[in-house]
């Protein structure tokens, strides 16, 4: 009789442990080769610059509120603009050199036209930015 009990008392266990580990690298291992292995990439061969290829040149022109005008660090009046400008633009370069002009809120438009027209005489692109607005 001991005999049956004992058939009863057991039960019958499977150890889960190795397929998990098995699932778990196999769904890696598709997930790695799914982001591979892309069939609607286009393969092109892109150009390669030379080691002497120029940046693209910017140069920051700053105006405060009291309308004092640097170019980069250095503070210059209004009259010497065009001339500090050429020191930093070279006509003679490939690429075409950028002039930021960064200004107050307080100063007028008409400034920052005049600056931005400077630089275009001299061949550069422009852009503004005027800090304190929305």
Same mark, same amino acid.
């Given at each position: 009789?001991?005999?049956?009990?004992?058939?009863?008392?057991?039960?019958?266990?499977?150890?889960?442990?190795?397929?998990?580990?098995?699932?778990?690298?196999?769904?890696?291992?598709?997930?790695?080769?799914?982001?591979?292995?892309?069939?609607?990439?286009?393969?092109?061969?892109?150009?390669?610059?030379?080691?002497? =290829?120029?940046?693209?040149?910017?140069?920051?022109?700053?105006?405060?509120?009291?309308?004092? *005008?640097?170019?980069?660090?250095?503070?210059?009046?209004?009259?010497?603009?065009?001339?500090?400008?050429?020191?930093? *633009?070279?006509?003679?370069?490939?690429?075409?050199?950028?002039? /930021?002009?960064?200004?107050?809120?307080?100063?007028?438009?008409?400034?920052? /036209?005049?600056?931005?027209?400077? =630089?275009?005489?001299?061949? =550069?692109?422009?852009?503004?930015? /005027?800090?304190?607005?929305?």
């Amino acid at each position: 009789m001991s005999l049956r009990k004992r058939l009863k008392e057991q039960h019958a266990e499977l150890d889960t442990g190795p397929l998990n580990d098995i699932l778990f690298i196999l769904m890696f291992f598709f997930l790695i080769i799914s982001t591979l292995a892309n069939p609607n990439v286009i393969r092109v061969s892109n150009p390669k610059a030379k080691s002497d =290829a120029k940046a693209k040149q910017s140069v920051i022109v700053s105006i405060d509120k009291n309308k004092n *005008i640097y170019v980069g660090q250095h503070k210059i009046i209004f009259d010497s603009l065009e001339s500090a400008l050429r020191g930093h *633009i070279h006509a003679g370069d490939s690429i075409k050199p950028a002039v /930021v002009v960064n200004a107050d809120s307080l100063v007028s438009w008409g400034d920052i /036209v005049r600056v931005m027209q400077i =630089a275009k005489k001299l061949g =550069a692109t422009t852009s503004a930015s /005027v800090a304190g607005q929305k």
